[in-house]
């Protein structure tokens, strides 16, 4: 598994204080009285093993997920944020871009693997930089799924992304972009995109259907 991010989040951190975001999300979660689908409860499992004081972030989580014969590759390419993420995943830790990462640890020598894209959209041209690192995966790859997460701030920009997006020519892809209701948070909407997806669909339609009810968000299905 190739994936990009960072550890661990501290809900103390001034940046957790401010934004509150843990007080929508996986506080509500936690508080939660009603049956939870097995996908999350899993989840769940793991937030407790961070602890009450860290949130868990992409690498964390798919850590304790992984099986004795998996092989996790983690890139963060911010230096601080990368020797963090050297200290919790001290093997297979790089410090480099996804988009790098790609070109330089492309194809896995196991024959399917998740590939996992947490760009910061920190840049206006991100949606072009995704559909050329997709271009380079298309090539280099044939069975490995991909999980690409992404803010949905200018819609015209994002239905372009999915348009320019088929011409690659991935054979199955499903996005769920989901949305925070009655939310005075500047980013509520999000997506994710996930191509070549294994045979999840009923336990992903239990899951957003229980977290609409919980967290008050909307999921909307796109099959390209």
């Known amino acids: ?19 509150l975001e843990s007080d929508t999300g996986i506080n509500k979660l936690l508080q939660a009285t009603d ?3 097995q996908f999350l409860q899993t989840f769940l499992n793991i937030i ?4 009450k004081s860290h949130y868990p972030g992409s690498p964390f989580i798919i850590k ?3 099986r004795p014969n998996d092989r996790l590759i983690a890139c963060e390419l911010h230096p601080s944020d990368y020797l963090s993420l050297k200290k919790l995943l001290p093997n297979d830790t790089h410090n480099m871009d996804a988009y790098n990462a790609i070109k330089v640890l492309l194809p896995f ?4 693997g998740l590939i996992f894209l947490d760009p910061p959209f920190e840049v206006k041209n991100e949606f072009q930089k995704l559909l050329e690192a997709l271009k380079k995966i298309k090539l280099r790859v044939l069975n490995n799924t991909v999980l690409i997460w992404y803010p949905i701030k200018d819609l015209s920009l994002v ?4 348009h320019n997006y088929k011409n690659i020519g991935f054979k199955e892809t499903m996005i769920i972009e989901y949305e925070l209701l009655n939310s005075d948070k500047n980013m509520v909407k999000c997506g994710l995109m996930l191509i070549n997806p294994p045979n999840i669909r009923g336990e992903l339609e239990k ?3 229980y977290l609409s009810g919980t967290l008050n968000l909307k ?6």
């Open 1 to 19: 598994m190739l994936l990009l991010g960072l550890g661990l989040y501290a809900l103390s951190s001034e940046a957790a204080s401010k934004t």
């Open 35 to 37: 049956p939870i689908p």
């Open 48 to 51: 407790n093993i961070a602890g």
């Open 64 to 66: 304790q997920l992984l």
């Open 109 to 112: 020598k196991e024959n399917r």
């Open 159 to 162: 239905r372009d992304f999915y």
């Open 207 to 209: 899951l957003t259907e």
């Open 219 to 224: 999921f909307t299905y796109i099959y390209l």
